[in-house]
């Protein structure tokens, strides 16, 4: 993705957020689905978007120091600095979107990508597909994980029962970034993982999709508000329309009812196995 189609922020309250939407995804889930194994010497992992490299950290602390762990994106400004990474940690300038470079093919068992919505175009995430794919090594696994906003509920307190709900329309306003564009939200590729994996060849797909417990909503809630208004500033300000304005008066409205009316989706994760053997 060229640096400058990134409609969300990188600056220090971006990195907070990132870092609190993972341990939030974590949070009674997992960061790597335990499907996949790990107890293999000299495992190989890659990770697709490191964003802040929180992922990349958290997962050194639970595999054997023989791991060798790869991160992958075309900006590493949120990333520490290499010598404060785990010593079998790395990171890397590459564009995720084009092809990867030769040596880094069929090198990985595990492949893991997360939160890559707005990096999928026309409802399609074949290209990117086909592209993981050739980083895995035979038997090698590949983890998708997205928001799955075909589950998108409204969830009210007693209190909240007669809260006019600003949220779905502040989902439309993200989601058409001010009415310029079909709703990203409504894209329903998350869903279809598993037929997608399958239809490429991977094999043993699972698939796992569980809410967020009602004791997070609110912390999700804000890293979803602090989301929106990096958008609002980056990508919706430079139209000079004054959508920028009406999303933050929404966000405004939203906050103020936080500790009634919030929402709940689904964290999907869809994982895939390259067989060992081609079929002939």
């Known amino acids: 993705m060229e640096q400058e189609a990134y409609i969300l922020g990188r600056g220090f309250s971006a990195n907070a957020r990132l870092n609190l939407q993972y341990f939030l995804w974590k949070d009674g889930g997992f960061s790597l689905h335990p499907s996949i194994p790990t107890d293999c010497d000299n495992l190989r992992v890659a990770e697709i978007g490191v964003g802040t490299g929180i992922w990349l950290v958290d997962l050194a602390r639970h595999l054997p120091p023989s791991a060798q762990i790869d991160g992958f994106d075309v900006d590493l400004s949120q990333c520490p ?46 290209p990117i597909i086909r592209n993981l794919i050739k980083l895995l090594k035979p038997g090698g696994w590949i983890s998708w994980g997205e928001m799955d906003y075909s589950s998108w ?21 993200i989601g058409t970034l001010g009415g310029t564009r079909s709703n990203w939200t409504t894209d329903d590729w998350p869903i279809k993982l598993p037929k997608f994996f399958e239809e490429y060849g991977l094999t043993n797909v699972a698939k796992d999709n569980r809410p967020f ?30 959508s920028g304005d009406t999303c933050r008066g929404v966000i405004s409205k939203v906050f103020r009812d936080r500790q009634k009316l919030a929402y709940n989706v689904g964290r999907l994760t869809v994982i895939g196995q390259r067989p060992f053997q081609r079929k002939d």
């Open 213 to 242: 417990p009602l004791d997070l909503l609110v912390f999700q809630l804000d890293t979803a508000l602090m989301a929106s208004e990096e958008v609002s500033y980056k990508a919706l300000d430079p139209m000079r329309n004054g």
């Open 153 to 173: 509920k409204i969830m009210r307190t007693e209190d909240g029962r007669d809260v006019e709900d600003n949220l779905t329309p502040l989902l439309e306003i």
């Open 81 to 126: 600095p290499k010598e404060w990474l785990p010593s079998n940690v790395s990171v890397h300038r590459v564009d995720c979107l084009a092809l990867f470079p030769e040596n880094l093919l069929e090198q990985y068992d595990i492949v893991h990508i997360q939160l890559f919505h707005l990096a999928v175009h026309n409802n399609d995430p074949v």
